[in-house]
């Protein structure tokens, strides 16, 4: 059995790029070298876009979302609804955007509530003749601070926060709260001037 002459090893090529890139001779490539290097740029460049999509995507999540007005809460979707001589006692105001209504009591003040029904979900219009929001699905009808008259619905209309910022009145529409029964501290009141 012939013994390896280390010299001749030596100069045997070591490594994936010698075995597929220089077969033939020393700097002399062979097409499958090349076509690894550009693949490899495809998927490098895949790479990057994909981490810049990732980057988007947090950022957009962390953003906080527009405000059009100066709520507690930098993220709140504040909806102006109006100067308070807009709203006479005893009266609703429909927000469609907001879906919502402004209710002003009869002792001057402001309660948001949600149009959306506790039973299912239906929407409930006010009806000023009756002064109720009668609910159309199932019956169940809310007086104007929204507590429940008629069942199936079990409790109140949902309320969101009201504040009162230079004779305007504000609403919040970021949170819904949901409650179980009418608590007069959710009711919000102008200050005299
Ligand atoms: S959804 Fe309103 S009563 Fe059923």
């Known amino acids: 059995m012939k013994k390896r002459d280390p010299a001749e090893e030596e100069q045997q090529p070591h490594g994936r790029g010698a075995a ?40 957009s999540f962390l953003r906080p979302r527009a405000s059009s007005g100066k709520a507690g809460d930098p993220g709140a979707a504040v909806i102006e609804a109006g100067p308070v001589e807009r709203f006479p006692p005893g009266s609703v105001t429909a927000f469609p955007r907001g879906k919502f209504y402004l209710a002003r009591l009869e002792d001057g003040g402001f309660l948001a509530l949600s149009r959306t029904c506790t039973h299912l979900g239906c929407t409930v219009p006010w ?59 959710e009711v919000v009141y102008a200050k005299r001037a």
């Not at 490539?29 to 790479?47: D, E, H, K, Q």
């Not at 008629?150 to 305007?168: M, Q, S």
Request: glycine letters at 12%; one cysteine or more; hydrophobic letters at 40%.
């Open 127 to 185: 009806s000023p003749e009756t002064r109720q929001f009668a609910c159309p699905c199932h019956g169940s009808a809310f007086d104007i601070r929204g507590e429940v008259i008629h069942a199936p619905a079990g409790r109140p209309l949902d309320v969101y926060r009201v504040f009162i910022e230079n004779k305007t009145v504000k609403v919040d529409t970021g949170r819904r709260i949901r409650r179980s029964a009418f608590r007069p501290d």
């Open 20 to 59: 597929d890139g220089e077969a033939g001779g020393r700097g002399q490539r062979v097409p499958g070298s090349s076509r690894r290097a550009f693949f490899n740029w495809i998927w490098a460049g895949l790479g990057a876009a994909a981490l810049a999509e990732m980057v988007w995507v947090v950022a």
